[in-house]
């Protein structure tokens, strides 16, 4: 899961309810400084929320962009069903379609990072219209790699016995941590607790289950939105999927590539300034 660097907010941004077709869903915004140049939707991935992009708010807002940070439906803050329907791979990619139509300021720029990718690439191939342009963060073209679908299927299993008991399932992850992992700080352990515990079992079933069986739709994006400018962006090692996998399907989507040194699965909190020049600089050539 992505550890926030901080969880303070910097200036300019707030956190707040967006309210759209599809009920409301919890936000960070920062709004940009000087002349603006758009706004940026950002989808986080499994396990995750919208403070994982807390480290973008300020260079980006500092770049001119409007930043809109997500929890998904069933996410940390925003409230979903004990309905694994609910969290269909379609539906969610709905989801994203009504938080870009309510931040009302045309088409905007998608990012989604790892599992958010995946349900950020179904919005755009229902309408590609409606985006700027589309980054792919620390995601793939298809089911994660095959150990971590053993982890995940090991997770799902768990909460499909515990999801009623998010605590022991949350204690029995802990007890899996390697021998040697670094202390977080207390701070930021309350904090993942608690995101933890306010996120619905069901929907980190089905969507456990996207990641799993998620069939190579590279192909279907190229032929719905062949003329959206596409980036993909990845730590120079990633465990969910081989970076040579990005690569080949950033060149088969003719999309621009970046990987940030020093950073795995998360460079967004992992360096996040180096993260968000590359970011505004794609979004300054489109």
């Given at each position: 899961m992505s550890k926030p660097p901080?969880?303070?907010l910097p200036p300019r941004a707030v956190a707040r309810r967006l309210v759209t077709a599809r009920g409301e869903f919890a936000v960070h915004e920062a709004l940009p400084a000087g002349e603006p140049r758009g706004t940026a939707l950002l989808?986080?991935?499994?396990?995750?929320?919208k403070e994982d992009?807390?480290?973008l708010l300020e260079p980006l807002s500092a770049a001119g962009y409007r930043v809109v940070t997500v929890d998904g439906r069933g996410q940390h803050e925003s409230p979903g069903p004990a309905d694994e329907a609910a969290y269909?791979?379609?539906?969610?990619a709905a989801d994203v379609l009504a938080q870009a139509d309510a931040v009302q300021d045309g088409p905007v720029h998608l990012l989604?990072?790892?599992l958010g990718g995946l349900i950020s690439r179904a919005a755009v191939l229902r309408a590609p219209d409606r985006f700027r342009t589309l980054t792919l963060m620390s995601s793939g073209p298809a089911a994660i790699d095959e150990a971590q679908q053993e982890r995940t299927k090991l997770l799902v299993a768990a909460l499909e016995m515990l999801g009623d008991d998010m605590e022991a399932v949350w204690q029995a992850m802990r007890a899996q941590d390697p021998e040697g992992t670094p202390q977080d700080s207390p701070e930021l352990v309350e904090f993942l607790h608690r995101r933890w515990l306010g996120t619905v079992p069901q929907q980190l079933i089905a969507t456990g289950r996207q990641l799993i069986g998620e069939p190579d739709?590279?192909?279907e994006l190229l032929a719905a939105a062949p003329g959206l400018p596409k980036h993909v962006l990845s730590g120079a090692v990633d465990y969910a999927w081989p970076v040579p996998l990005m690569d080949d399907m950033a060149h088969r989507l003719g999309a621009h590539r970046t990987v940030i040194a020093g950073t795995e699965h998360s460079p967004n909190a992992e360096d996040p300034a180096a993260t968000a020049a590359a970011l505004a600089a794609f979004w300054d050539a489109h």
């Open positions: 901080r969880l303070s989808v986080p991935g499994f396990t995750g929320s992009f807390i480290g269909a791979q379609d539906r969610l989604g990072h790892s739709r590279v192909a």
